[in-house]
């Protein structure tokens, strides 16, 4: 496997560079950030349809920086700092473990007071040098689309919690035995979990700023699938324990002309440290499965690429508001249901089934898809009927 993204430039072009950017982070990063893309193409083609207003707010001008808004830069800065700081005077340290070292108290008080200092003095002089004699109320418009970078912001931070949140109810017993490494380890996200609390949280805000809900869930469709796709490459690359079970039986032959590792895969030098020791191998990631296991985070990737393509050709001539969306969800769903039958996973008892938490939250969803459809469907018919009158 691939730990660092580096391991990957290294693989492929036979160069011997050493960047500590993990490459399970760097998929996730990039998954925000396409997504995020997708979603600003989709806020400015729906306000050319008139689907979404122009948002009008009203800012204060040419007032100094408050104090508030100055204790609230310079905490930002101070944590910041703090952190720079000692990746600079700690980078080996902190290029073992990146994750770990943010997450840790490991820092360096010097540089959190220097930027803190400097992001206080600048906003000072930034604001007086815009102050008027008489601060006035100014409005402004907005567009939809000028939002996406908050929206990213949002479903990032709420996301992470949520899945991670989701991940430690999955797994309360590793919770219980290891708290402060539970939540604060970057591996163990729950795809689910970060889906409902980020989709949310997003909602929250678009209500805030007057966005249409409906319209929004549409714009987002597309790139939800293709960041929950390339989501799943960040697991296959690391190694980080979403993978199927064991699969020891042979390829079969309608698949011979695809790769093995496609049908199943050892995983050796994984994340997490599963499975039997490499001989030789030195440096921390030195195990590889005993036995083979499906990927399924690689069939993840490849099936929700199939759905954004066609997600994404569909979206134009769906004009029905909420009906994209509502498809989403069905496929989504059915698609992580049929897939958790190859997945580790923790089975529940529930009324004399088992099941796992992320095959009862697929059913949820195909459920709420399908009354989705129907519901839309429905109001937009009605619509239709009222306008012939």
């Known amino acids: 496997m691939f730990p660092q993204i580096t391991d990957i430039l290294n693989y492929l072009f036979g160069t011997h560079l050493s960047l500590p950017i993990q490459s399970y982070g760097f998929f996730v990063a990039l998954s925000f950030l396409i997504g995020a893309y997708t979603i600003q193409l989709e806020l400015k083609r729906k306000e050319k349809q008139g689907k979404l207003k122009v948002i009008t707010k009203k800012a204060l001008v040419g007032a100094p920086a408050s104090i508030m808004e100055l204790i609230v830069v310079g905490l930002s800065g101070f944590v910041v700092g703090y952190k720079l700081g000692g990746i600079v005077l700690e980078y080996t340290l902190f290029a073992d473990n990146p994750q770990n070292y943010i997450f840790s108290s490991h820092g360096n008080l010097i540089g959190a007071f220097i930027l803190a200092a400097v992001l206080v003095v600048w906003r000072y002089y930034s604001k007086k040098k815009e102050q008027l004699p008489e601060p006035k109320w100014e409005e402004t418009d907005i567009h939809p689309y000028q939002l996406t970078g908050n929206i990213l912001i949002i479903s990032a931070v709420s996301g992470l919690l949520g899945a991670k949140i989701f991940h430690n109810l999955e797994n309360i017993n590793e ?19 970060g889906l409902i609390v980020g989709t949310l949280s997003v909602l929250w805000y678009a209500r ?24 799943r490459m960040g697991c296959m690359t690391a190694g980080d324990g979403c993978w199927g079970v064991a699969n020891l039986n042979p390829k079969p032959e309608w698949l011979a002309w695809l790769p093995d590792w496609m049908w199943s895969f050892n995983f050796p030098h994984n994340v997490i440290g599963e499975g039997m020791p490499i001989d ?14 499906y990927p399924t985070s690689f069939y993840d990737f490849i099936l929700c690429t199939i759905f954004f393509i066609i997600l994404w050709s569909i979206r134009k001539k769906i004009n029905i508001p909420g009906m994209l969306f509502s498809i989403m969800l069905i496929i989504m769903g059915t698609q992580r249901f049929l897939m958790e039958k190859i997945r ?46």
Request: proline share 4%.
């Open 280 to 293: 030789p191998c030195t440096g921390k990631f030195c195990t590889i499965l005993e036995h083979p296991v």
């Open 208 to 231: 805030r700023n007057n966005i249409s809900i409906i319209e929004l869930l549409d714009a987002s469709t597309p790139g939800i699938m293709i960041s929950y796709g390339i989501g």
């Open 344 to 389: 580790v996973n923790n089975k529940y008892h529930f009324i004399g089934i088992e099941t796992t938490q992320a095959e009862m939250i697929s059913i949820l969803i195909i459920i709420l898809g399908i009354i989705g459809c129907i519901f839309f469907y429905k109001r937009a018919k009605k619509y239709h009927q009222k306008d012939l009158l």
């Open 175 to 193: 919770l219980i035995s290891d708290p402060m490494g539970s939540i604060f380890s970057f591996m163990g996200l729950t795809f689910y979990g």
